[in-house]
T-cell receptor
Framework: AQRVTQPEKLLSVFKGAPVELKCNYS??????LFWYVQYSRQRLQLLLR??SRESIKGFTADLNKGETSFHLKKPFAQEEDSAMYYC?????????????FGQGTILTVHP | EAQVTQNPRYLITVTGKKLTVTCSQN?????MSWYRQDPGLGLRQIYY???????DKGDVPEGYKVSRKEKRNFPLILESPSPNQTSLYFC???????????FGPGTRLLVL
């Protein structure tokens, strides 16, 4: 069974500081991984996905298959980054389409 | 406007009274999915559908039913709701499986 773990429920940083939101996964196949974000009073939306290897709003995430991790990083946090962040894994094979989310991390960026 | 809509947005009901939460998208998306969001547990997938007449169980399907008779609609049915189904429910859709999901506004359900 696939599993996604976000070990930090809450994460606080100051504006301009680096931020890293951790995501670890357990999956026997080749995973597709995503980060979704929910800003206050807005709908959940995709932030980035590992196969596109792009940087969105200054965030990047690298898939590390050896450590089974997909940590989200930003070198200089901004107040508008404050939100709930979810890491998600899309299964393949016979379970293709099944999407498992982590527990979420609430990021607060202080001025 | 391209969007995912859910109805109702808020619902209070009693144990055992059947209810349906509707989900509709106007983007001609193939993939649709239902999630519940609970404090400390994050988002958990209930059911998903990769195409019309094709539905599969997510991580927490017990107590729920879905149907996908047409591409745009994906209703969530609780045949006999129980208090442990009190939650915030989200519907989402994407053009294909694995593509960007677009989420609905959420339905807050309270089962007494």
């Amino acid at each position: 069974a696939q599993r996604v773990t976000q070990p930090e429920k809450l994460l606080s940083v100051f504006k301009g500081a680096p931020v890293e939101l951790k995501c670890n996964y357990s999956y026997s196949g080749s995973p597709e991984l995503f980060w979704y974000v929910q800003y206050s009073r807005q709908r959940l939306q995709l932030l980035l996905r590992h196969i596109s290897r792009e940087s969105i709003k200054g965030f990047t995430a690298d898939l590390n298959k050896g450590e089974t991790s997909f940590h989200l990083k930003k070198p200089f946090a901004q107040e508008e980054d404050s939100a709930m962040y979810y890491c998600a894994l899309l299964a393949g094979g016979t379970s293709y389409g099944k999407l498992t989310f982590g527990q979420g991390t609430i990021l607060t960026v202080h001025p | 406007e391209a969007q995912v809509t859910q109805n109702p947005r808020y619902l209070i009901t009693v144990t055992g009274k059947k209810l349906t939460v509707t989900c509709s998208q106007n983007m001609n998306h193939e993939y649709m999915s239902w999630y519940r969001q609970d404090p400390g547990l994050g988002l958990r997938q209930i059911y998903y559908s990769m195409n019309v007449e094709v539905t599969d169980k997510g991580d927490v399907p017990e107590g729920y039913k879905v149907s996908r008779k047409e591409k745009r609609n994906f209703p969530l049915i609780l045949e006999s709701p129980s208090p442990n189904q009190t939650s915030l429910y989200f519907c989402a859709s994407s053009v294909w499986t694995g593509e960007t999901q677009y989420f609905g506004p959420g339905t807050r359900l309270l089962v007494l």
